[in-house]
Every structure is written in C-alpha cells, then in structure tokens.
C-alpha cells in the first residue's frame, strides 16, 4: 500500500472516530431496542390483588434477590374507622408465602403490591455520589453496580423504601423493571407471574399500550404524590389511607 | 526595560503546570469509561451489562411448545391466563456453580480500589438438561395462597374455607388444577 503523507493525515481523523467507537462498545445488547422508543411504568390494580405472593416468589427467583431483601413485597392494609390516618399494615416476609386469614370485622381489608416507583424525578439518584444509579433513556431507574461504593445514600433518599444494600455484593440493589426481559420484548417476572393480572407492565411512549385507555377511564393514583418525585407506577383504587 | 528580566523561573513554573494538566487530562480520560456520558452522568454501557442478565421465567409460549395437551385443556379452564411458571416454577433453573477459588492476598487488595461484581449465575433451560425438573406443587398450599377464604381479597375472587369446603380432602381429588370447574356440575 502506498500511503503518502496527505492521505496519512486525511485518514487519522477516520481512524480516530473509528478507534472511538470501538472503545465505546455496544451499550444495549438487544436488537432493534431502541431506549429512545419506550418510557416504561407499571399499573397496579388493587381491585384485583389477593395477596398470593407470586410477584415475590417470581422476582426473588428472576433476580436472585438474597433471603429477607424484596425488589418488590406486597402489604396488607387494615383500615377501621377509627384509624384511618394509622392503618394497621402487615407484610410478612414481604407477603412471599401469603398471608394469614383477615376475619370480617370491622374496617376493610386490601392488599398493596410495592416496587420501585420508577420516578422521573427520582431522589435516590440525586444523591448518588459517584454516577453509580441514574434514570435510563427509557424511564428505570438503573444501578451500575461495578460503580456503587455501597454509601446507602440512595437508601436514604427513596422515600418508598425500595433500595437495599446487597449483604455479598456490598453495593445497592433495587428493582431494574426486569430490565433483561423487558429490553428483549417479554413482560416483567412479576407481571408475567401474577394470576390475576393485577400488575401490568406499561410502556407510556407507545400509543397502543392499553394503559393509556386505562388511565383515561379510571381513577388512578400515585405512592406519596406530596413528594413531587413523577413516579411511574400507577394505582387503581388506591385507598386514602396507604403511605 | 527590564520587565522580563530573570524570568526563568517563571517559564519552569509554568512548563511545569502545562505538564501536570496534561498527565490529569490524559490519566482522566484512560480511566474514565468510554461511554461514561454517553447518555448522562453515569456509565452508558451499564445498561447493556444490566439487560444482560439471565432470565429464568420463559413465559407460557415456551412451556406450551412442547406441553401441547396441557395447554389445550388450561385454555378452555378458568386457569387459562395464569402463567404455567406461576405454579411450576421458572422454566430456567440455576445451575450450582463450581466453588470458586479462595481470591489471594493481591486479589483482595485490588477488590479494595476496583470493585468487581460477581458473575451472573449460569442457567438451563428444563428441556436442554432433563435433570432440571419444574415443580410439582403441593396442591395444599398452592391452592390456599390464592382461593383460601380472606375478607382481604376482591370479593369477586373464588375463595374457600378449606377446612369447611373439603374436610381436608386434598384439592386435586375432585378438581384438576389445569381446568378447575368440576364437570358434573354439583360444585360451585
């Protein structure tokens, strides 16, 4: 090959960017997922959870979520009418194996499935100090896990008590929307387990998702709206009294 | 004029500066990943190393390509949306992984600066290794945590005092599991 000095110096700025992009590697695995497609969120319907657990079952097998930490628990609200603003509020084991019997007496009874809420403007990752969690291109709110020092600043900072500090690993660990299923087409573990199709995984940026029909006919409510974090998952017939 | 008189001193200084930004520009960006800002403050490619994760539940689609006779009868029962992996377990199993070596006394003084993850777990999918079974439920516990008797769930949902309904009978003598509703038609 015969290469003179001009066209040396014309092809180093091509190799350059080449070089560059070679570094950069490929960041999303999944073909033909875009990040820039999808704004991902979930819909709770309390009206049609009865508290069997699998949602916890299913995401502690999918994500390898360590014995007695939960990326997602279900609770038992017990609200009588004299306790509305203290409800009596039970989740045993974070509701993996059920829950006791609740007798018919006074109050009402209900069950409230919990995970991250996948806020838009998230508290948890405004604190983080070194870049390690972050709110991705399409709207879950991710941890780095090779860059969490383990501070549990994050911890702190949710105000819905959906991150821990893995016991082996020492860094945090929080639901990812089962980013791995969710990226290749597939629904959630806990969604794809549910019985009664009470949670449903929810792309808001595709205008056939039918949570946009949901949403237009229901009345729907967020975890601690008070808190002005945009959370993404969204409660049908939540009750007044769950914090 | 005498303003730039001994000024040799200056020039070291001021070489010297130069030198030092360089070796920081240069050190930060060998060290910073490359697609650190890729899309904001944090590591662009993480979101390839977290999308790259295993999964364990397939979906009934998988089950049913092989389990066509099940999947045939769960379709016309009242069980027909509830997800085979519900009952049976993730269609994907762990494999147990050979004990990894003791890290040495170099490892763990690296393990201190560079903070390495432990790999994912391998799996298997039950019909490449026969050895991964799912589960056979345990109808007595398995039916109770939905259809057991709660004033906390929806009162539409189908529940029952199993002592009252059954005597302890257990569930699957009268009802199939894949297709609930007893034929002859004198159960509720």
Same mark, same amino acid.
């Given at each position: 090959?015969?290469?003179?000095?001009?066209?040396?110096?014309?092809?180093l700025?091509?190799?350059?960017?080449?070089?560059?992009?070679?570094?950069?590697g490929?960041?999303?695995?999944?073909?033909?997922?875009?990040?820039?497609?999808?704004?991902?969120?979930?819909?709770?319907?309390?009206?049609?959870?009865?508290?069997?657990?699998?949602?916890?079952?299913?995401?502690?097998?999918? %994500?390898?979520?360590?014995?007695?930490?939960?990326?997602?628990?279900?609770?038992?609200?017990?609200?009588?009418?004299?306790?509305l603003?203290?409800?009596?509020?039970?989740?045993?084991?974070?509701?993996?194996?059920g829950?006791?019997?609740?007798?018919?007496?006074?109050?009402?009874?209900?069950?409230?499935?919990?995970?991250?809420?996948?806020?838009?403007?998230?508290?948890?990752?405004?604190?983080?100090?070194?870049?390690?969690?972050?709110?991705?291109?399409?709207?879950?709110?991710?941890?780095?896990q090779?860059?969490?020092?383990?501070?549990?600043?994050?911890?702190?900072?949710?105000?819905?008590g959906?991150?821990?500090?893995?016991?082996?690993?020492?860094?945090?660990?929080?639901?990812? @929307?089962?980013?791995?299923?969710?990226?290749?087409?597939?629904?959630?573990?806990?969604?794809? %387990?549910?019985?009664?199709?009470?949670?449903?995984?929810?792309?808001?940026?595709?205008? %056939?998702?039918?949570?946009?029909?949901? @949403?237009?006919?229901?009345?729907?409510?967020? @975890?601690?709206?008070?808190?002005?974090?945009?959370?993404?998952?969204?409660?049908n017939? @939540?009750?007044?009294?769950?914090? | 004029?005498?303003?730039?008189?001994?000024v040799?001193?200056?020039?070291?200084?001021?070489? +010297?500066?130069?030198?030092?930004? +360089?070796?920081?520009?240069?050190?930060?960006? =060998?060290?910073?990943?490359?697609?650190?800002?890729?899309? &904001?403050?944090?590591?662009?490619?993480?979101?390839?190393?977290?999308? =790259?994760?295993?999964?364990?539940?397939?979906?009934h689609?998988?089950?049913?390509?092989?389990?066509?006779?099940? =999947?045939?009868?769960k379709?016309?029962?009242?069980?027909?949306?509830?997800?085979?992996?519900?009952?049976? &377990?993730?269609?994907?199993?762990?494999?147990?992984?050979?004990?990894?070596?003791?890290? &040495?006394?170099?490892?763990? $003084?690296?393990? $201190?600066?560079?903070?390495?993850?432990?790999?994912?777990?391998?799996?298997?999918?039950?019909?490449?290794?026969?050895?991964?079974?799912?589960?056979?439920?345990?109808?007595?516990?398995?039916?109770?945590?939905?259809?057991?008797?709660?004033?906390?769930?929806?009162?539409?949902?189908?529940?029952?005092?199993?002592?009252?309904?059954?005597?302890?009978?257990?569930?699957?003598t009268?009802h199939?599991?894949h297709?609930? =509703?007893?034929?002859? &038609?004198?159960?509720?």
């Amino acid at each position: 090959m015969n290469l003179n000095r001009r066209h040396f110096m014309i092809l180093l700025p091509a190799a350059a960017v080449a070089w560059e992009s070679v570094l950069a590697g490929t960041p999303e695995t999944a073909p033909n997922y875009k990040v820039s497609d999808h704004w991902w969120g979930m819909l709770i319907d309390i009206s049609k959870c009865i508290g069997c657990g699998n949602c916890v079952r299913a995401c502690q097998t999918e %994500n390898d979520v360590p014995d007695g930490f939960f990326r997602t628990w279900v609770e038992r609200y017990h609200v009588t009418d004299t306790n509305l603003e203290r409800p009596e509020v039970i989740s045993p084991d974070g509701g993996k194996e059920g829950f006791p019997t609740a007798q018919e007496d006074a109050g009402k009874y209900f069950f409230v499935p919990k995970l991250c809420n996948h806020c838009a403007d998230s508290p948890c990752t405004q604190v983080c100090p070194v870049g390690a969690t972050f709110v991705s291109p399409d709207g879950v709110v991710l941890i780095d896990q090779t860059y969490c020092l383990g501070c549990a600043y994050c911890v702190q900072a949710c105000p819905y008590g959906c991150r821990y500090i893995h016991p082996e690993k020492h860094a945090a660990e929080k639901c990812t @929307l089962c980013y791995h299923r969710i990226t290749k087409g597939l629904t959630t573990a806990c969604c794809e %387990n549910c019985p009664t199709g009470a949670r449903q995984l929810a792309d808001l940026k595709n205008p %056939n998702d039918p949570i946009h029909a949901f @949403l237009k006919t229901h009345a729907v409510q967020v @975890l601690k709206p008070q808190m002005a974090t945009t959370p993404k998952v969204f409660y049908n017939q @939540l009750d007044g009294s769950v914090r | 004029m005498n303003l730039f008189k001994d000024v040799g001193h200056l020039f070291r200084f001021v070489a +010297l500066f130069v030198v030092g930004t +360089l070796a920081i520009l240069g050190l930060r960006a =060998a060290l910073t990943p490359h697609s650190f800002g890729q899309y &904001g403050h944090y590591r662009g490619a993480a979101l390839g190393d977290i999308a =790259a994760h295993p999964i364990k539940f397939a979906g009934h689609q998988t089950c049913e390509s092989c389990h066509a006779d099940v =999947a045939e009868m769960k379709g016309k029962g009242k069980h027909a949306h509830v997800n085979c992996e519900a009952c049976h &377990g993730a269609i994907y199993q762990t494999v147990p992984a050979p004990a990894a070596a003791q890290p &040495g006394a170099f490892e763990k $003084l690296i393990s $201190l600066v560079i903070h390495k993850m432990p790999p994912d777990p391998a799996v298997t999918l039950h019909a490449d290794d026969p050895s991964i079974k799912p589960v056979l439920p345990d109808t007595a516990v398995l039916c109770a945590r939905c259809h057991a008797a709660s004033a906390a769930k929806p009162k539409s949902f189908p529940q029952v005092d199993a002592a009252e309904h059954s005597g302890g009978v257990p569930c699957e003598t009268c009802h199939q599991p894949h297709s609930p =509703a007893i034929a002859s &038609g004198d159960a509720k």
